[in-house]
């Protein structure tokens, strides 16, 4: 259900409020980007940014003293603000937030994050994520959101007061809603907002957010986009002396390689080029600290570049999983298929995985994983599309249940006795040859005795490549039983409006 249905509001007036109109089943893949916060010219972003900045400086002079593990606990970490429903949540819109490890890595590279070397305009919170590994969307999100909480309660409570019915909305105590630097700890306070019943039979309160603060990939500031521009951000390097040095070292590494290929009698691959200069890179720049800011610079001067990107990606998002989703509704809806329960979790997953599989292939499903004609689904959009199908079950399906040996995509169940695996692939999974071990691995993990695996094809290509992959893992005879491929193909599939061509005499 979308946040305009549950309110019985039109959606062209959230949109023009400037809001993302959310959907209160799980989350959407959205995150709130510091860069946009910062970038924007609107008074209230640019007084957002100068408190996230404000309470930074406080985490750096508190970062001066030895701190126990609770003040660290207390000031460095942020609980994940689930009521904006954003994030990677299959089921509800619960996830996981900031824990004590990343709290003791904000407190021991604060200082980093505050330090410009006045190369660019500004400091930057997210500054703190060129330093660490992984992915950091949710992680930054996360704490952007904690850090502009009152905002986004004034923001939604406004919106309450102008469009929403007295019985859809109360007041809630919202914790840490601000931070009082004279006391030195964060406040409760009181706002008016719309809720829903959650799963406890508890009123939640709902937040809306600003559509042109979210991105659904990573935050404009990340490693992994340092690294790759490399070369960009050597170029930015305005100390001709750092330059020399920087692109000194990097060329012998390269050198080094070059060098290597010709005793073996082989050509330099471009792609081992770029990826020792990125190696070579990451490598200098810990000597070098101050690169961090050439780079930062080159993000601040590219804001009408960053701002399409994520116009762009906020509306394939929204078109992935609320829009399509709605039209997948309609197409299973409209569906005749009957499907009676099955006694066992085993047999009841491959039903349901043939009808997904009929709803993608017979019924133009497969439209709705594209968008523009460029294929937009990944295995986790895929799951998501999945839950449509399990309707008059008295079977359970999880999404993403980790019992230890990491998270099996779907466990289907009916008690403990009665366990089904599904695991999706696409065929362009890299690691897809190993999806055997891996469901059985899951298998034991979840004590079931099988599995069903599920394999998305977009291509020929692919459909070749999954056919290999099975034959060379012999379990041909398991096509079509518990291996079910989809044809996720757009063009093979004819349209049910035109008469089939005539043969030709």
Same mark, same amino acid.
């Given at each position: 259900?979308?946040?305009?249905?549950?309110?019985?509001?039109?959606?062209?007036?959230?949109?023009?409020?400037?809001?993302?109109?959310?959907?209160?089943?799980?989350?959407?893949?959205?995150?709130?980007?510091?860069?946009?916060?910062?970038?924007?010219?609107?008074?209230?972003?640019?007084?957002?940014?100068?408190?996230?900045?404000?309470?930074?400086?406080?985490?750096?002079?508190?970062?001066?003293?030895?701190?126990?593990?609770?003040?660290?606990?207390?000031?460095?970490?942020?609980?994940?603000?689930?009521?904006?429903?954003?994030?990677?949540?299959?089921?509800?819109?619960?996830?996981?937030?900031?824990?004590?490890?990343?709290?003791?890595?904000?407190?021991?590279?604060?200082?980093?994050?505050?330090?410009?070397?006045?190369?660019?305009?500004?400091?930057?919170?997210?500054?703190?994520?060129?330093?660490?590994?992984?992915? $950091?969307?949710?992680?930054?999100?996360?704490?952007?959101?904690?850090?502009?909480?009152?905002?986004?309660?004034?923001?939604?409570?406004?919106?309450? !007061?102008? =469009?929403?019915?007295?019985?859809?909305?109360?007041?809630?105590?919202?914790?840490?809603?601000?931070?009082?630097?004279?006391?030195?700890?964060?406040?409760?306070?009181?706002?008016?907002?719309?809720?829903?019943?959650?799963?406890? $039979?508890?009123?939640?309160?709902?937040?809306?957010?600003?559509?042109?603060?979210?991105?659904?990939?990573?935050?404009?500031?990340?490693?992994?986009?340092?690294?790759?521009?490399?070369?960009?951000?050597?170029?930015?390097?305005?100390?001709?002396?750092?330059?020399?040095?920087?692109?000194?070292?990097?060329?012998?590494?390269?050198?080094?390689?070059?060098?290597?290929?010709?005793?073996?009698?082989?050509?330099? !691959?471009?792609?081992?080029?770029?990826?020792?200069?990125?190696?070579?890179?990451?490598?200098?720049?810990?000597?070098?600290?101050?690169?961090?800011?050439? =780079? *930062?610079?080159? !993000?601040?001067?590219?804001?009408?570049?960053?701002?399409?990107?994520?116009?762009?990606?906020?509306?394939? #998002? *929204?078109?992935?999983?609320?829009?399509?989703?709605?039209?997948?509704?309609?197409?299973?809806?409209?569906?005749?298929?009957?499907?009676?329960?099955?006694?066992?979790?085993?047999?009841?997953?491959?039903?349901?995985?043939?009808?997904?599989?009929?709803?993608?292939?017979?019924?133009?499903?497969?439209?709705?994983?594209?968008?523009?004609?460029?294929?937009?689904?990944?295995?986790?959009?895929?799951?998501?599309?999945?839950?449509?199908?399990?309707?008059?079950?008295?079977?359970?399906?999880?999404?993403?249940?980790?019992?230890?040996?990491?998270?099996?995509?779907?466990?289907?169940?009916?008690?403990?006795?009665?366990?089904?695996?599904?695991?999706?692939?696409?065929?362009?999974?890299?690691?897809?040859?190993?999806?055997?071990? #891996?469901?059985?691995?899951?298998?034991?993990?979840?004590?079931?005795?099988?599995?069903?695996?599920?394999?998305?094809?977009?291509?020929? #290509?692919?459909?070749?490549?999954?056919?290999?992959?099975?034959?060379?893992?012999? #379990?041909?005879?398991?096509?079509?039983?518990?291996?079910?491929?989809?044809?996720?193909?757009?063009?093979?599939?004819?349209?049910?409006?035109?008469?089939?061509?005539?043969?030709?005499?």
């Amino acid at each position: 259900m979308l946040f305009s249905e549950k309110f019985q509001i039109e959606k062209d007036i959230i949109e023009k409020y400037g809001a993302i109109d959310i959907s209160l089943v799980c989350d959407i893949p959205l995150f709130i980007d510091p860069m946009l916060i910062f970038n924007s010219n609107k008074a209230i972003y640019i007084d957002l940014h100068k408190n996230i900045i404000k309470y930074f400086h406080f985490l750096a002079k508190k970062s001066e003293q030895k701190l126990e593990l609770a003040d660290i606990k207390n000031w460095f970490t942020f609980k994940e603000v689930c009521n904006n429903w954003f994030g990677y949540a299959l089921e509800g819109n619960k996830g996981s937030a900031l824990d004590i490890e990343f709290g003791k890595f904000l407190y021991n590279n604060i200082k980093f994050v505050l330090k410009t070397n006045d190369i660019p305009s500004g400091e930057h919170a997210e500054k703190v994520m060129l330093l660490y590994e992984g992915s $950091g969307r949710d992680k930054i999100s996360d704490m952007t959101v904690n850090l502009i909480k009152d905002f986004l309660c004034e923001y939604t409570q406004d919106f309450a !007061r102008k =469009y929403l019915k007295e019985s859809d909305c109360s007041i809630f105590p919202v914790e840490k809603a601000e931070f009082n630097y004279e006391t030195e700890c964060f406040i409760t306070k009181e706002y008016y907002l719309p809720f829903i019943i959650n799963e406890k $039979g508890e009123e939640e309160f709902i937040l809306l957010t600003p559509s042109d603060i979210l991105r659904k990939n990573e935050p404009s500031l990340n490693r992994d986009h340092f690294l790759k521009n490399n070369r960009r951000v050597r170029d930015y390097i305005e100390n001709d002396v750092l330059k020399a040095q920087v692109n000194n070292y990097i060329a012998k590494a390269v050198a080094a390689y070059e060098k290597e290929q010709q005793k073996n009698k082989k050509k330099p !691959r471009e792609g081992s080029i770029r990826k020792i200069e990125r190696e070579a890179f990451a490598e200098i720049v810990k000597e070098h600290p101050e690169i961090y800011d050439y =780079y *930062i610079k080159m !993000r601040e001067e590219e804001k009408e570049e960053i701002k399409k990107e994520c116009i762009e990606e906020v509306d394939i #998002q *929204i078109d992935k999983f609320i829009n399509n989703a709605k039209e997948l509704i309609n197409i299973f809806q409209r569906s005749k298929h009957e499907m009676p329960e099955s006694s066992s979790a085993y047999e009841e997953s491959k039903n349901r995985i043939k009808f997904f599989k009929h709803i993608i292939e017979d019924c133009d499903g497969y439209r709705n994983l594209y968008y523009k004609g460029e294929r937009i689904s990944t295995e986790n959009d895929l799951q998501r599309m999945f839950k449509f199908v399990w309707c008059r079950t008295s079977f359970k399906p999880d999404f993403e249940t980790n019992n230890g040996r990491g998270p099996a995509d779907v466990v289907v169940s009916k008690g403990m006795k009665n366990q089904n695996v599904i695991e999706f692939k696409l065929a362009s999974n890299p690691n897809l040859k190993h999806v055997f071990e #891996q469901t059985e691995t899951y298998k034991k993990a979840n004590e079931s005795e099988k599995s069903v695996i599920a394999i998305f094809y977009f291509t020929e #290509q692919e459909l070749i490549k999954v056919n290999k992959m099975i034959n060379d893992a012999e #379990q041909n005879e398991r096509i079509d039983e518990d291996i079910i491929l989809i044809d996720c193909r757009n063009d093979n599939k004819p349209s049910a409006s035109k008469p089939p061509k005539k043969a030709e005499n």
